[in-house]
């Protein structure tokens, strides 16, 4: 153990010493100087290395250092690396990089750990970068070092507004995913944005115009809508038996919502809400998906005396914070509209929109089935009498018995005809099938509602 430190001490050496760099720097004893701390919330990181690598920029003698001395530094603020420097503890070395997403297809080599050197508005100034070290519990930061700590106020204030402009979050689709205390910064996931058009959205007659009137065709007046005092923040639930087209509703809206900024949340990641309006907050247009949040009720009668689920309120908290002329859409879905009515109901104003997205209809199934069959030799006959006699069923019952009947089809080595779609159908109605139909969210048929029809 002596020997290793003996050789990492000795690996620092090989660097400059930073101490009397910075001392040059600011014409005073750096390690005198106040510092400005500024915590960094991971999904800001990539946003804030491209505004401060913009902003040093401007300045043609600045330096960007990298600090030696192994894994001890990452655990030092920039104070103690400082006073470090008696003992060759605060050397040059590397400048670490960090390759964090920047899009679905596209990454960006932060700074993980260096030292910028430089002038902001005439003042000197130096900034250590530093991802967040899950092992040391410590976030994200960047700390200033600045002869006037107003000045380092003032140029993080310009780097925060820099970051937002630069953002690379505007007009992407992202959702939180891993450990955003990971080394790998990995908190976001950027997706591609669906293209669903709405032809391929079967639902009963106005529905699907009503709602994208609502999420998407609203914020087309915003300007109206703010001038004349209307408020544009709003919230949508999409509700439904389970495979009926909610998700495919959602993936459609923001498939037309080219310039949204889409946040997508499931109820399980409810810890995120704050930070998802946060983001929708700072890039409008936005719309912010929370897909099966009944997830976040179901506990409601363990919770309070029977009250909603302390993750419902911090929903609607979310939701409360924004401000009424937010161009932002919170849209949810459930198949258990029941659980969330009563929480609902009890905070009027959050949801200004609520949809039912029911069992197709027996002309609903014929469409879903053309639609899936779409270049299959079906005859029209022959959709018809699919559709007829799968009363109860969902549209993804629809699309999987499309996919049943190519399949008998493709098992005998034939083109699929009119004879596998009745195949099909018969499979799929026997009694055996009674758990598939229900996998696909079918209604038992004892239970078929004859009013769907
Ligand atoms: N209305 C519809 N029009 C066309 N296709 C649909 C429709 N509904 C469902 N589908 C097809 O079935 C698949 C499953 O549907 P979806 O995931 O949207 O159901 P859901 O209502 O969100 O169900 P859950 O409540 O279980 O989340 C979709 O990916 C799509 O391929
Ligand atoms: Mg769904």
């Known amino acids: 153990m002596k020997q290793l430190l003996h050789e990492e001490a000795a690996a620092d050496r090989r660097g400059e010493d930073l101490l009397p760099i910075l001392d040059e720097h600011f014409g005073v004893a750096a390690d005198e100087l106040p510092v400005v701390v500024e915590p960094i919330m991971t999904h800001r990181w990539v946003d804030m290395d491209i505004a401060l690598e913009e902003m040093v920029a401007r300045d043609p003698n600045a330096r960007l250092l990298g600090v030696g001395g192994g894994d001890q530094r990452h655990h030092s603020s920039l104070s103690d690396l400082m006073s470090n420097a008696p003992w060759g503890r605060f050397r040059s070395g590397q400048v670490d990089r960090l390759n964090v997403a920047t899009g679905p297809d596209t990454e960006r080599a932060t700074v993980g750990f260096g030292l910028h050197v430089f002038h902001h508005d005439g003042s000197p100034m130096a900034v250590l970068q530093r991802v967040g070290n899950p092992e040391y519990g410590s976030q994200a930061r960047m700390e200033v070092l600045a002869v006037d700590p107003g000045a380092a106020a003032a140029m993080l204030a310009g ?16 959702s939180f995913s891993g450990n955003p205390y990971g080394r790998s ?5 950027f997706h591609r944005r669906p293209e ?5 959205v079967v639902l009963p007659e106005g529905t699907l115009d009503q709602v994208r009137a609502h999420v998407v065709g609203l914020g087309h007046h915003r300007d109206r809508l703010r001038e004349q005092g209307q408020h544009l923040k709003r919230g949508v639930l999409l509700y439904g038996p389970p495979g009926t087209g909610k998700t495919h509703t959602v993936r459609h809206l923001v498939s037309a919502g080219l310039d949204t900024t889409v946040v997508l949340l499931s109820g399980t990641d409810m810890q995120h809400v704050g930070a998802a309006a946060q983001i929708a907050r700072a890039h409008q247009p936005a719309i912010v998906v929370i897909e099966d949040c009944d997830l976040i009720a179901e506990d409601r009668d363990h919770h309070f005396g029977g009250g909603a689920s302390p993750l419902l309120f911090t929903l609607l908290d979310a939701m409360d914070g924004l401000d009424e002329d937010a161009d932002v859409v919170f849209l949810l879905t459930t198949n258990r509209a029941e659980a969330l009515e ?11 929109l609520a949809v039912e997205i029911p069992l197709p209809s027996e002309a609903d199934r014929r469409a879903l089935i053309h639609l899936y069959a779409s270049g299959l030799p079906f005859s029209a006959d022959a ?3 699919a559709a007829g006699a799968s009363a109860g069923t969902t549209a993804s019952y629809a699309k999987e018995l499309v996919r049943r009947a190519v399949l008998l089809a493709a098992m005998d080595g034939r083109e699929p005809g009119d004879g596998d779609l009745q195949a099909a159908t018969d499979e799929l109605q026997s009694d055996s099938a009674r758990l598939t139909r229900a996998l696909l969210g079918s209604t038992d048929d004892s239970r078929t509602q004859p009013g769907h029809d």
Do not use: F, H, N, Y
């Not at 780097?159 to 992202?174: F, G, K, N, P, T």
């Not at 669903?196 to 391929?200: K, S, T, V």
């Not at 009563?342 to 200004?352: I, T």
């Open 342 to 352: 009563k929480a609902l109901v009890q905070r009027p104003g959050r949801v200004d």
């Open 159 to 174: 780097l925060r507004d820099e970051a937002m402009r630069r953002s690379v979050l505007w007009r992407q689709v992202i």
């Open 383 to 385: 959709v018809s009498r």
């Open 196 to 200: 669903l058009p709405a032809d391929r």
């Open 185 to 189: 910064m990995s908190g976001l996931t």
